[in-house]
Structures are given as C-alpha cells and as structure tokens.
C-alpha cells in the first residue's frame, strides 16, 4: 500500500480532483480527474521564503495570482477538493522509536506530540501533528511524524481557498516523494530543492530517518559533506553499509552529481524517474503522489 494511503495529511484525507506542489520557484499542478499533465506557474523571486519559524508568504498577492492561474476556472460554484503539497524545510518530519505504542489515537497523539516537544523550533501544541506507526518487530514501532505549524499551513492553504479550492489534503514534498521510491534494500533517498537537502534513510521500504538541511551553499562538494554523516550513522546503526544513493531535485546537474556522489562516497547511485522523467526539484512531491493515488486506483 502507498505511503500516503497510510500516513494521514496534516490536516485530513483525500482524494480531491486537483494536486498542488508549492516551492520557492512557483507551483507545480495536476489535475487528477481527467487525468493530464502536470503544469508549472512560476514565482517572482522572493515571494515565497521557506521556513518552519516564520511566515513563508513574503508577497501573498504573488501567491494568489500563481494558484489562480495554476487552478484554472472552476464554472461552478462547488468547492474543488486539492491536495497541498507543501515544502520540506515549513515542517518538520521525524522518525520516533517506541518500545510499545498505545492502541488508543488520543494517548498516541499525546505521545507523539510529547517526544516532539523538545525537538522543535516551535511549540508543538500550536500544529497540525500526523503521524503513521511502522512495526518494528516484536512491540517495539517506529512512528513516522509530521508536524507544522498552524499559522504556517493556513498561509498557504489561504490563497487556494480564496481561489475556490479545499485543500483537504496536506503533506509535505518529501513524504509525497517517497512513494516513487521502491528500493528495498538499505538506502539513503537526497532530495534537493530550493535551500535545503532532505536525506531520508530507508529499509526494506521502511522510513527510518529523516534529516532536513538548510545548505549554506548548493555544490556537489558541499552536499556531499553534507551526506556523509549519513552515512557514518548507518553503518553504526545497522552495522552495514548503504546499498544505494537515490537522487531527486539535481536537474541538470543529476548526472554531474551521479558521478560525483559515487567517487567520493563510494556507493551506487541511482536518480529516481518516472514516466515523466526525473524527479525534479519542483515536482517530485507531486509525482509520488500522482503514483500513489494510481496504486489506489
């Protein structure tokens, strides 16, 4: 079953007609029923700035005439249901081990939000929390959550409901992207977009670990200091080795990076495509979940 049919969205469930992905450079759109091409609507530079401590919308009016353009007419009156695809670096994503986890959702989001507390730039009773259990053999689970702020996910739902939209559905690219990965062995999924590079550590399917990084700076050197702690942990943790690098979001750069990462890292990778294409830097949220709603079909 696809990843996002089992994590539940910050904010409730699908399936809506429309898709969205938002980054800095602009919004990525599918319409799901009937099913086309994706399309993109640029961003002026600066309208948006990516962060989980402050507002992201810096231009709202930039925003809002991108998700009209992106929606298209509606000739109805009717709310369309959507799916918000929002970027990494507004939220926080993290992997929490549990020796036993309660059956009842109340005490399971009370405990989820009380291992998160201390980790966050922001209080975790004032955001949207969703979370998914991953058995992780005998009574021990490993939890995969999401947290947001409130503030920070209505800013961006707001132009899309002014556009007559419901974003019934929100997650973030990272978790969407997952679903295009089907690597079962030990592997390390980067993914690159905007300012930030988020590594994921992945077995046999199993979402392990997840780091969100803000780069000072995006060359290939640079990301690759930035991966090798990675990948030291790892070994630590598993006593093993990575069998795979999975790339996303590298552009024109994916083979530069392919060749790059391989030397200096010494490990087989591997840039994740669809039939579309690479998994791009604006886009591959909104392909894992095209492909998950497909699995769902």
């Known amino acids: 079953m696809a990843l996002l049919h089992r994590l539940k969205g910050l904010l409730s469930e699908p399936p809506p007609a429309l898709a969205f992905e938002i980054s800095e450079a602009g919004i990525t759109a599918a319409r799901l ?15 948006i700035s990516v962060s989980p401590v402050r507002d992201n919308i810096l231009v709202p009016d930039d925003l809002s005439a991108a998700v009209r353009a992106a929606a298209g007419s509606n000739g109805t009156r009717k709310r369309r249901d959507t799916a918000l695809i929002l970027p990494d670096y507004c939220a926080r994503v993290a992997v929490l081990d549990f020796d036993e986890f309660p059956s009842d959702r109340k005490e399971q989001l009370s405990l989820v939000r ?38 920070i996910v209505s ?37 690159f977009g905007g300012h930030t590079l988020t590594v ?3 077995d046999k399917g199993r979402l392990k670990l997840v780091r969100c990084l803000e780069l000072g700076s995006a060359g290939l050197g640079d990301i690759v200091a930035d991966l090798y702690p990675t990948f030291v942990f790892v ?33 087989e990778v591997e840039p994740v495509r669809t039939s579309a294409g690479l998994a791009g830097e604006n886009n591959a949220g909104l392909l894992g979940y095209l492909r998950s709603m497909a699995q769902g079909d």
């Open 33 to 47: 029923r009937p099913k086309g091409e994706t399309t993109f609507h640029p961003l002026k530079p600066g309208s």
């Open 114 to 151: 009380f291992r998160l507390r201390k980790s966050l730039p922001f209080d975790v009773e004032e955001a949207a929390v969703s979370y998914f259990p991953q058995p992780a053999g005998g009574k021990k689970v490993d939890v995969v959550a999401a947290v947001a702020p409130h503030e």
């Open 155 to 191: 800013r961006y739902e707001a132009p899309f409901r002014a556009a007559g939209l419901n974003p019934g559905y929100v997650t973030v690219s990272s978790l969407a992207f997952l679903d295009l990965v089907t690597e079962k062995s030990l592997a390390v999924a980067a993914k």
């Open 200 to 202: 994921m550590v992945l």
């Open 235 to 267: 070994e630590d943790q598993y006593g093993a080795r990575a069998e795979k690098l999975l790339l996303a979001g590298f552009g024109e750069r994916t083979e530069a990076a392919r060749a790059q990462f391989h030397n200096e890292l010494g490990i």
